[in-house]
Each structure stands twice: as C-alpha cells, then as structure tokens.
C-alpha cells in the first residue's frame, strides 16, 4: 500500500443520537473551492449532527417509473468514502446507476471532507465517533435499514459499524448503531489495517512503496497526473477524466481524520458472528493500494469469498470500467432481495 508516512495523511475511517436536522442548501459556504456540480436528479443536503456540525449528504432517488412495486422492497444504499474523496465520487457514476435499479442512495463526506464542516481540533475524530456520525444519520433520517458500502478506510468505518451494532459498550457510551440490511466491502482496507500491506510492499516491491509512499503521504498524486492516474485508476483511463477528478480530489480532505496511534491501538476491529448480516466483499485486480493478501484477508475475516474484478483499479467506483464494480452489486443486491420478490 503505502510507506509508514502514508498511514498519517491516508485516513477515513468510523455521534451519538440528538436532535438533528435535515436541510436543502446550496448557497452554505463550506470546504471546496472547487465544489462538485451535481447530476440531474441529485440533492445535497446538510445533516446537522449533535455537536451543532454539519455533514453534507448528497441524495438521488430511486427511478419513480417502476410500476412493479419490487423497488419498494429495495433498502437504501448509503456510501461511505475512503481517503482524499468526498460523497461526490459516489455521485459521479454509481449514483444514475443504482437509482435507475430501483434503489434510494445517499452519500456522506465525512467531518472535514468535501462541503462538511471541520472540528475545531487537529484531527476530525476518531474512529468510533466517524462510526457514530454516519449512526446519527440512519438513525433519525432513514426509514429501512440500509446497506451500507464503503470504499478503502470507508471500508474499515463499515467495518467497525458492523462490529459495533449490538456493543453494549457502545450503547452505554450515548451511541448506538442501528441494524443495518447488509454491508459491502469496497477495496477495502483490512480488518487489521493497513501495517500488513506497507510491510508487503516494502518487502516485495520497495519501487511501488516509494511511488505510493510519495502519492498519498507527501500528497503527490496533487501535482503529478501519472502518480494520480497510477494510484487510483486504470492505465486506460484518458487524462482529461483523471485530470478532473485529481482536482476534486484535492479539495476533498482538509484535515486528518484520526489520530493514528489510537487508530491502530483500535485494531483489528471485532469479529462478528457468523451469517449476523450479509457481507459482500469486493476488490479489483489492478489494485494499487490494496493487494490480492489484502483482500483476501477481510473476505477470511467475515467467512465470505471475496469478489475480485478484472480491468479496474483502486477507484473502481470513478474508473473507466466502473460499471464492472456496479453490476457486481446489483447482482448481490438483487439477491439479498431475492426472498421478498418471491412473496
């Protein structure tokens, strides 16, 4: 993945339930200079958490044409980012893509990412309250138990989520995590962090360790076109595409969002019980952050066999073949649903 540096800046990762609310706003000054323009049919709203912070949610509605009834049956989907992106990179393609298969999708930037505000602390939170603020969301603004898709250190929010819905602890501490309809793992960082793919790459292959060590770490990807295009995206992807989600990337993390030693000091996240809830793991082969050992450590992790898709990358949900990803998830989708279509 990356050198040891990397795992300082590279960090999206897991408030509590209060009075909280929902508001259309356009005009809100908040992070990016260059703010992302929204597709025809898409929403972004403000979710006020507790601590009087907002949280940009962008929202696109499932096809209002379907006349089955089966989309009614259909969970919500909320999306959860990795590193140096913001709700919008959901947006851009899986969005249309996943409204038009009948499913309601919301996206979160998490504290200090995107248009959401930013703490007054050096960091954005840690890893439980990440947890609880897309908790806080479910809770009071969604009406079925969604699903729940994060992608890289996203992956590892969803992941402690996951492990945290029935924590007594948890719960004690003023926070609860509603039940969720399913989860999907996205090239996501593994259960035990990011430590066993620094050392695999510094072992195996020093030469693409210092390329992302420079890449994400010393934020090379910014400035120089091919690192970006290497880091995240397919060889074929055209430079104009890569060009302009580089610069939306740029704008996206204003802050880091955790303090790594108590971030690795919370790791591996806790197991779960076995079939307690519907767990797709999916990964791509051109992967230039998160290798095959990676991948196949969280599919060992939750008892699943993980999915790994040929002709995309780390990206795969902005990539040039990104419908590859996309109708992977359908497909499992459609068959978390298959049951209530049968009735």
């Not at 690795?264 to 095959?292: H, R, T």
């Amino acid at each position: 993945m990356a050198g040891l540096a990397f795992l300082h800046t590279s960090s999206l990762l897991l408030t509590k339930s209060c009075s909280i609310k929902m508001a259309v706003t356009d005009h809100k000054a908040h992070g990016m200079g260059v703010p992302y323009q929204l597709k025809q049919g898409q929403t972004r709203l403000f979710h006020q958490l507790p601590s009087g912070l907002e949280m940009e949610v962008i929202t696109q509605k499932k096809n209002p044409n379907d006349r089955t009834g089966k989309s009614d049956l259909n969970p919500p989907l909320l999306f959860i980012h990795g590193s140096y992106h913001a709700a919008w990179c959901w947006a851009e393609h899986w969005f249309p893509f996943f409204s038009t298969n009948g499913f309601d999708c919301y996206a979160v930037s998490l504290l200090g990412q995107g248009e959401s505000d930013a703490p007054a602390a050096p960091v954005a939170g840690s890893l439980q309250t990440h947890a609880g603020d897309v908790a806080d969301f479910i809770q009071k603004e969604l009406k079925l138990s969604p699903v729940l898709l994060g992608h890289s250190f996203g992956g590892l929010i969803v992941q402690y989520y996951v492990a945290n819905i029935r924590n007594e602890q948890f719960l004690e501490m003023g926070s609860s995590c509603p039940k969720l309809a399913g989860a999907v793992l996205v090239c996501s960082v593994p259960p035990s962090g990011n430590s066993g793919l620094v050392w695999r790459y510094l072992l195996s292959n020093p030469i693409a360790a210092f390329k992302v060590t420079r890449s994400l770490a010393a934020k090379g990807f910014q400035t120089s076109l091919p690192l970006c295009k290497e880091t995240f995206f397919s060889a074929s992807m055209e430079d104009h595409q890569v060009q302009r989600y580089q610069e939306l990337m740029k704008e996206s993390s204003r802050m880091p969002l955790f303090d790594l030693r108590k971030l690795n000091a919370s790791l591996p996240v806790p197991s779960v019980p076995k079939s307690s809830i519907e767990i797709l793991v999916v990964g791509a082969m051109d992967d230039f952050i998160v290798d095959s050992e990676g991948l196949q450590e969280t599919g060992k992790f939750y008892g699943v066999s993980p999915v790994c898709i040929q002709g995309v990358a780390h990206d795969m949900m902005l990539d040039c073949s990104w419908e590859k990803g996309a109708e992977v998830i359908l497909s499992w989708l459609n068959g978390l649903n298959k049951q209530h279509y049968l009735v």
